[in-house]
């Protein structure tokens, strides 16, 4: 019986194909150039049958077709812009009008509780209501300065954590442990509790089945084919359930001791370590959305599993860029011990005040961030309505992509770009640089315009003072026989297709 329907889906879905393909060009006049397509498919088979990482084959494209081309998939109407002009002119200078998100899959939409998420609502009252409240929530300096102690918290368990792995193992893993101490900040920020390793563990492998799950699947670009993977969209909804499963009594739990009026440590046996409203959670209990009014737990799971999500492989990605950096030269390493030897001491805990006395740490961290983007393109925009681009039509329904990654490599912009030298932003071509591409685009690894990353702050401060603290902590050499491999592969971020082990030794004996 499965089998007729799905042959009574591919009749229907042939159709549904050629009369999209017959109707196509009547409305597709003066987009950017791009790659012949196939019939109904577009570019899409030509892209899998490539079976290369996809930026692979935009770098090759843009040399062909330059700043902006369309690739055509399935469905689905990519327009690739890669160009630093182009992407300040369209996220910046007339940024209302690509501040948008294109429509998502079934299986994206059960995750995103139906686009209410900061990072996939559509241009509008609910991302405005979304986004103002994280940013007046959980980044301003008086949050960031109560959730210190979840940093120092997290960091000193990874420190421990490396110290027995190199002892047991003869090295120290660098990803997975930074993944781990993210992760943990990220979630005790949302809950304000102290949280075990176990649970913890076990939220971020659901987070790690809901980035596997969200890649972009044969249905984001056919959604014709959407009922031939029912089986995906059953899978999808058992992970969600999981997810709700992990987060729900950390949400029950937060809402008591908010409704208790917080208090009493021996009632909470200490656990609930933020005060009243300190919690990213506490904010959501009360908050009203346009079109949605007070958020249900699904909103909340949602909600607080974005920024565990938003925050986690992006850092942890950023620490083992600059840590594989680190180990293999190992003058910019000492010259790094020194700088936070100076202002802490060889024991003193780093602290975000700190940080910011620290301009050589500071420039190490740009260097990666320029060097390694953790995402090569950021999130898909889409324009609020028809409008041009680069002397083209941009339709309302198309995804934008920006691929931010290579005007950080684009050496009409930078000396030596393919090199690491941290001193580029204290003395050189990096001095002026803006990292929020308001003024104009050399590198923003965190996007720009409205939708640039609401976390950049938060994520570069923990990227700072897990670096430093690393450092301080740790003298890193690398593996004999298994040196630093470069060599990238895409997990969502950009990582080393070989994770990044080194030798740690203890720089001071206390
Ligand atoms: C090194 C760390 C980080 C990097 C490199 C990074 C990068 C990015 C990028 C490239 C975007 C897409 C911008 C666009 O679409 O134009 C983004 C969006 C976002 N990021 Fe981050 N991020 C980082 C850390 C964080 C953290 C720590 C959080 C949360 C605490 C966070 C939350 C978000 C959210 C909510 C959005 C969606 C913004 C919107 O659509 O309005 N990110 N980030």
């Not at 409203?277 to 909340?300: I, M, Q």
Request: proline share 7%; charged share 25%; glycine share 6%.
């Amino acid at each position: 019986m499965d089998h007729l329907i799905n042959v009574v889906i591919l009749i229907l879905v042939f159709f549904s194909l050629l009369f999209l393909q017959l109707w196509r060009p009547l409305s597709r006049k003066n987009l950017p150039p791009g790659p012949p397509g196939w019939p109904l498919f577009g570019n899409l088979i030509q892209v899998i049958l490539q079976r290369r990482p996809f930026v692979f084959i935009i770098r090759d494209l843009r040399k062909k077709y330059g700043p902006i081309f369309t690739m055509q998939m399935g469905q689905r109407t990519l327009i690739i812009v890669t160009s630093s002009d182009l992407i300040h002119e369209a996220t910046v200078q007339r940024g209302a009008d690509f501040a948008s998100r294109p429509a998502d899959s079934p299986i994206r939409l059960i995750f995103s509780s139906g686009k209410c998420t900061i990072n996939s609502a559509e241009y509008g009252p609910l991302w405005r209501a979304l986004r103002r409240n994280f940013v007046t929530e959980l980044i301003n300096p008086t949050r960031v300065r109560q959730c210190d102690w979840i940093r120092n918290w997290a960091i000193e368990n990874q420190l421990e954590r490396l110290k027995k792995e190199a002892t047991e193992n003869g090295f120290a893993e660098v990803l997975s442990n930074c993944r781990l101490t993210m992760c943990s900040i990220l979630i005790c920020i949302c809950f304000g509790a102290r949280i075990s390793e176990d649970l913890i563990k076990d939220i971020e492998s659901v987070l790690k089945g809901v980035i596997l799950m969200s890649t972009p699947k044969l249905p984001d670009f056919l959604p014709v084919l959407t009922p031939l993977f029912r089986r995906h969209v059953r899978e999808a909804r058992e992970l969600r359930k999981r997810q709700m499963e992990c987060l729900v009594p950390l949400i029950r739990e937060r809402k008591a001791f908010v409704e208790r009026g917080g208090g009493d440590h021996a009632v909470n046996d200490g656990k609930m370590a933020s005060p009243v409203g300190a919690a990213y959670v506490d904010s959501l209990f009360e908050l009203e959305v346009p079109g949605r009014g007070r958020l249900g737990e699904e909103e909340l799971v949602t909600l607080c599993s974005e920024v565990i999500n938003g925050g986690t492989d992006t850092s942890a990605t950023a620490v083992e860029w600059a840590m594989f950096h680190l180990v293999t030269d190992q003058e910019i390493q000492e010259k790094l011990y020194d700088e936070i030897v100076e202002v802490v001491g060889e024991n003193g805990v780093v602290t975000e005040n700190d940080v910011e006395k620290m301009g050589y740490l500071g420039a190490v961290v740009k260097e990666t961030f320029r060097r390694h983007p953790p995402t090569h393109f950021v999130l898909s925009h889409a324009a609020v309505k028809e409008t041009e681009l680069g002397g083209y039509t941009i339709p309302a329904d198309a995804n934008v992509e920006f691929y931010t990654a290579w005007v950080a490599e684009d050496p009409g912009l930078w000396n030596d770009p393919g090199e690491f030298r941290p001193e580029r932003f204290l003395e050189r071509d990096g001095v002026e640089v803006d990292v929020t591409g308001t003024r104009a685009v050399k590198m923003v690894p965190f996007g720009s315009g409205r939708r640039i990353c609401p976390g950049m702050s938060l994520g570069t401060l923990h990227v700072n003072l897990l670096v430093a603290r690393m450092v301080q902590a740790f003298k890193w050499l690398p593996v004999p026989d298994a040196p630093p491999d470069p060599t990238e592969t895409f997990a969502f971020t950009v990582v080393m297709k070989n994770p990044l082990k080194a030798l740690i030794l203890p720089r001071s004996s206390s």
